[in-house]
């Protein structure tokens, strides 16, 4: 029996409190489409993002705890997307039983659902899933590219291992016949309420808001190795447009993996350390002074870790969907950068030095 497109989609978002899934929400509630709805442990950045725009529903759930609430958001959407995952470098690192726990058994749980209740499942995978493999590898294929990762006393690919390995049972229950689903692999998506800021802050944040707490408390930009990695950088208003574009095409999506970033947008780590402190400095009329330093990757994250030298994504599979990412390099950092100066208090920051 056809669905009626004039009623929304009811579309539960599991994790869907955090950076991505805030967003996302937003996005899906802005449109006559979809009709969505969270699920997580904390609201706090899903209020904020909602501060000024309609509601969202919100449920509390522990994915490994509260599996009665799981299955009875699985079994009322049209649309399950599972962004459960733990995301910080440095927690893999330093919690990779925790990482295991969250991000393979948590999302278990949301798939076995899925399976149960015969519901769409997008589930987000990573780029890191790609592992190693960088440089005359790039860019990468979701179909093609070789999945390479370092040895098991680098547990910074504990996370990738999870990730991987949960594409592999996704993947299998596709060829099972009962899932229907999509796989996605964001490359470095930015914008606003991606980390929290200042002191209180998670202990070593990602990219964007490690340089930025160092603006904002005027104290050295630190470059990880040198800052030779390169990064391909995706506003989060285009990626939450690319997912928006596969959930409208469950025909041409099923049982399909898109890398969704944005080539044009490849920088060094180094070179973006000097974007986003001219982009601060031209903002607030402070940061000349913040150096710009290196430090060895084990004295920033600890033992255990190891990176990726390149990450360019292909992406012509979600081109095809009639998508193509339209926020260059600098606007990204520009309205990542202001969306936090005009909440830093929300945000947590320390400090801040006022625009002039």
Same mark, same amino acid.
């Given at each position: 029996m056809a669905r009626d497109v004039s009623v929304p989609q009811r579309v539960a978002l599991v994790g869907g409190s955090g950076f991505v899934g805030s967003n996302l929400a937003l996005a899906l509630a802005q449109s006559s489409d979809f009709d969505p709805f969270v699920l997580d442990?904390? %609201?706090?950045?899903?209020?904020?993002?909602f501060a000024s725009e309609a509601p969202c529903a919100f449920r509390r759930c522990d994915v490994l705890q509260d599996t009665d609430v799981l299955e009875e958001a699985v079994q009322e959407a049209d649309i399950v997307v599972n962004l459960v995952s733990h995301v910080l470098p440095k927690t893999f690192l330093d919690n990779p039983l925790g990482v295991i726990d969250v991000t393979l058994h948590g999302s278990m749980n949301v798939i076995n659902a899925a399976v149960r209740n015969?519901?769409?499942?997008?589930?987000? +995978?990573? +780029?890191?899933?790609?592992?190693?493999? #960088? #440089?005359?590898?790039?860019?990468?294929?979701?179909d093609h590219s070789d999945c390479t990762l370092g040895p098991i006393d680098n547990h910074r690919w504990i996370y990738s291992t +999870?990730?991987?390995?949960?594409?592999?049972?996704?993947?299998?229950?596709?060829?099972? #016949?009962?899932?229907?689903y999509a796989i996605v692999r964001p490359f470095n998506f930015v914008g606003p309420l991606m980390d929290w800021l200042g002191d209180d802050a998670d202990d070593v944040p990602r990219v964007f808001a490690s340089f930025l707490n160092a603006l904002l408390q005027e104290r050295p930009m630190q470059l990880v190795d040198g800052g030779k990695s390169r990064r391909c950088f995706t506003y989060i208003e285009d990626a939450t447009s690319a997912l928006v574009h596969i959930m409208r095409e469950p025909e041409r999506a099923r049982n399909q993996i898109f890398n969704i970033g944005n080539p044009a947008n490849e920088t060094t780590i180094a070179e973006l350390a000097e974007l986003m402190r001219g982009i601060y400095r031209?903002?607030? #009329?402070?940061?000349?002074?913040?150096?710009?330093?290196?430090?060895?990757?084990?004295?920033?994250?600890?033992?255990?870790?190891? %990176?990726? %030298?390149?990450?360019?994504?292909?992406?012509?599979?979600?081109?095809?969907?009639?998508?193509?990412?339209?926020?260059?390099?600098?606007?990204?950092?520009?309205?990542?950068?202001?969306?936090?100066?005009?909440?830093?208090?929300?945000?947590?920051?320390? +400090?801040?030095?006022?625009?002039?």
């Open positions: 442990t904390t %609201d706090e950045k899903l209020a904020l993002r015969k519901t769409r499942l997008i589930h987000f +995978s990573t +780029s890191e899933v790609y592992g190693k493999t #960088g #440089g005359s590898e790039a860019p990468f294929s979701e +999870s990730k991987q390995l949960l594409d592999r049972i996704i993947h299998a229950h596709g060829l099972a #016949g009962d899932l229907d031209q903002e607030t #009329g402070a940061g000349a002074q913040v150096t710009i330093e290196p430090v060895a990757s084990e004295e920033f994250y600890g033992a255990g870790y190891e %990176d990726c %030298d390149r990450r360019m994504p292909d992406i012509g599979k979600i081109q095809s969907l009639g998508w193509t990412p339209q926020t260059g390099l600098q606007e990204t950092f520009e309205r990542s950068i202001r969306y936090c100066i005009d909440n830093a208090a929300a945000l947590g920051a320390a +400090s801040v030095k006022a625009p002039v």
